[in-house]
């Protein structure tokens, strides 16, 4: 019995590397799924805004999403249906240009258009696996994204005793969460939870909301938030495992924050706001290189040295400091492109994200083991035969 259950170990170990496969696209899965979130709550916005003739607020409701959220899922829509990708973008343009001019009505529908298609997106192209888009955790870690992005919002829409300075941002924040307690939460994630914690979070989120609405402090909104955090992160998976591909994923996302902050700065946003993209930029590409390359750099050294060395350089240091000296787009793209050179190259030499060299080692180890003690119970066997 022992030894059977020594040979299982490794197919054991092997089913769960597996299974971690898909692990590797998981956050760009959750910015996906939660920029359409966004794109949602800004268009909400923007309909109340126009619903009360409020043209100064409701068209940047609907300039947000073209330059800030939509880059962030343009391309993956487009590998699977370049004809929605495009119909989406443009009826977020035109939406946009007409707004003006639009009836209340003739407004509605065509954000009703807009959310059908990205519904449409999301759900029908297999963008993200049908699995994934099932489990609770994965809408677990959207709902905390959105989540952390309205509480951005919150902080830079800068309430003082009642009173908003900013109310796009105060508006953004009260979006974000509308969506997540009037379809998010109800249709995608409480069918899934135990009935007192789905109850508890039901209540956190409303409460959330309302305190948003009643412009309540950022030390109570972030009381909430960490309330919610908290019940939630438990549903959340494992820790992925280091992945040189997808650093690229990462490098897309800091790409599409730094051109969202550049959009805020030299155009018609708040430079807090522009701040905040830079700084999320800076974090993409942080956790690109602590959690994905370090992991895995002295892998690679020992297959290329000059390899490593160029791409931890980029990728550490030259980066960052492009986004320090507000440097231009196409400057920081270059960089982004050069160093997606390499990642490629290190991809070529053997570094395979379905099957990760901890866990592969982990793998291997364990079959030395059941070798070893296979061997060890073969000599035990011929000596107990021999002795009779």
């Known amino acids: 019995m022992q030894r059977i259950i020594v040979l299982i170990l490794p197919f054991m170990l092997l089913t ?16 996906f799924a939660s920029s359409i979130v966004e794109i949602r709550g800004h268009l909400l916005q923007a309909i109340e805004n126009k619903r009360v003739n409020d043209l100064e607020h409701a068209i940047p409701h609907t300039v947000h999403p073209t330059a800030e959220l939509y880059p962030n899922i343009k391309d993956r829509i487009a590998e699977k249906d370049p004809q929605l990708a495009n119909s989406i973008e443009n009826k977020l343009l035109s939406l946009q240009k007409d707004a003006r001019v639009l009836t209340v009505e003739e407004f509605n529908d065509r954000v009703d258009e807009i959310n059908s298609l990205l519904h449409k997106a999301l759900f029908n192209y297999d963008i993200i696996a049908s699995d994934k888009l099932q489990g609770a955790g994965f809408w677990a870690s959207v709902l905390l994204q959105v ?14 005793e009642g009173k908003v300075k900013n109310v796009i941002e105060w508006q953004d924040a009260i979006g974000f969460v509308t969506v997540l307690n009037a379809d998010i939460f109800p249709n995608m994630l409480k069918g899934k939870l135990e009935q007192g914690l789905s109850n508890s979070l039901e209540q956190l989120l409303a409460s959330l909301l309302e305190d948003m609405k009643s412009m309540k402090s950022i030390e109570s909104i972030s009381s909430k938030v960490r309330a919610i955090n908290d019940n939630l992160r438990p549903l959340i998976e494992v820790e992925e495992e280091p992945s040189i591909p997808k650093i690229k994923d990462l490098l897309t996302l800091a790409l599409n924050a730094y051109q969202a902050g550049k959009f805020e700065e030299e155009g018609e946003g708040e430079f807090g706001e522009a701040q905040s993209n830079y700084e999320k930029a800076k974090e993409y590409i942080t956790l690109a290189y602590e959690k994905h390359f370090l992991p895995l750099k002295q892998y690679i050294e020992s297959k290329d040295h000059e390899l490593m060395s160029s791409t931890e350089n980029m990728l550490k240091d030259e980066l960052l400091m492009l986004i320090d000296k507000r440097a231009s787009v196409e400057d920081i793209k270059s960089k982004i492109d050069e160093l997606n050179t390499n990642i490629d190259k290190i991809i070529a030499i053997g570094v395979i994200p379905e099957f990760p060299l901890v866990t592969g080692m982990v793998l291997v180890s364990a079959m030395l083991v059941v070798l070893m003690l296979t061997y060890r119970g073969n000599i035990r066997f011929n000596l107990f035969n021999s002795s009779n």
């Open 16 to 31: 769960q590397v597996l299974s971690n496969a898909h692990a590797a696209t998981e956050d760009i899965d959750v910015m």
């Open 147 to 160: 989540l952390d992005d309205a509480s951005d919002e919150y902080e830079e829409s800068d309430i003082e």
